[in-house]
């Protein structure tokens, strides 16, 4: 069942700064609680693309967002490909595009899933289903190495290399095939006295994971190139992060496309020919209300970033 959740959906809805007869693209559809606000806004001229790589949330989608107004492309597919899809529709440029990045709370709640360190469940934590890398694969197959590098770097891990070590180990004897067992196998590993401070000790590996599995960060990557590159001038993009290396994507994505001439000062006049193409709308992230947290407790690390295209 999915959850109509409310972090900083208004706000991310708002900064798309809305035109009723207006072309906007929801690249995370999830619960369709931004696409809904979206679609009560636009008239029947106005066109609402929704990209979803997880069939559930599709079928949820139907449902929620049966009778509005605006024309409604629902679309099963990675984000990343989202140039492709608005111009496989005939469509050249839009009005605004948003993010809402991360795990939706009923994939978390799913236990099936396998996306909870929490619940028993075969080791799966793929977005799309009908994609073949699992966490599974990942766990059982990949390098020892290359398991390190991904726990340090996508899940800031500081016992990224004993983790992976453990991991190595324990999957020479046999298997690693479920949720659970991963979490003893890095309990384990991390030394007690971090393990009886601060976070579950599973849950910067279990965020690694789950971006390798759906290869997460290069996917927004290449989104936010495309993205730009789709806006109307004074279209808008408005994304909303979950965790830091997310944020600094976005943040540094932004600050790049805002940068104007990049000549040395001593040149007397610009011979780069560079021109920002993106204004920066929000100096500093927007974040959740004490109340949305109190809802939402997965919340609290959400952050707000809107750009405008010159």
Not at 3 to 20: D, F, I, S, W, Y
Not at 106 to 114: A, S
Not at 193 to 205: C, I, L
Not at 206 to 219: G, K, P
Request: with cysteine; glycine share 6%.
């Amino acid at each position: 069942m999915f959850v109509h959740e409310t972090v900083l959906r208004e706000e991310a809805v708002a900064g798309l700064n809305l035109k009723p007869d207006g072309v906007y693209v929801d690249c995370t559809l999830g619960g369709a609680g931004h696409s809904r606000l979206i679609a009560e806004q636009l008239s029947p001229s106005g066109t609402l693309i929704s990209l979803d790589q997880d069939q559930m949330a599709l079928d949820h989608a139907e449902e929620r967002l049966a009778g509005v107004s605006c024309q409604l492309h629902l679309v099963k597919t990675n984000f990343r490909h989202v140039s492709r899809v608005v111009r496989g529709l005939g469509i050249e440029s839009v009005d605004g595009i948003l993010f809402d990045l991360g795990v939706s709370s009923p994939q978390l709640d799913q236990g099936e899933r396998g996306f909870s360190y929490h619940q028993e469940a075969p080791l799966d934590m793929r977005m799309d289903k009908e994609q073949e890398l699992s966490a599974y694969h990942v766990v059982n197959e990949w390098p020892e190495e290359e398991i390190a590098r991904i726990l340090f770097e996508y899940g800031e891990e500081k016992f990224s290399r004993r983790i992976a070590k453990m991991i190595a180990i324990e999957r020479s004897k046999a298997p690693i095939s479920t949720t659970l067992q991963l979490v003893d196998i890095i309990k384990q590993a991390v030394p007690a006295p971090a393990r009886r401070t601060g976070p579950h000790p599973a849950r910067r590996s279990f965020q690694a994971i789950r971006i390798a599995v759906n290869d997460e960060l290069n996917a927004f990557r290449d989104a936010l190139a495309d993205s730009v590159e789709l806006l109307h001038s004074q279209g808008r993009i408005s994304v909303i992060t979950f965790h830091s290396l997310e944020d600094r994507i976005c943040k540094q994505f932004f600050q790049e496309e805002a940068k104007g001439c990049i000549c040395p000062p001593t040149f007397p006049i610009c011979t780069c020919g560079q021109t920002p193409r993106l204004k920066i709308i929000t100096r500093k992230p927007l974040l959740p209300t004490e109340k949305e947290i109190e809802k939402n407790p997965r919340a609290r690390s959400a952050k707000l970033r809107v750009a405008e295209k010159n």
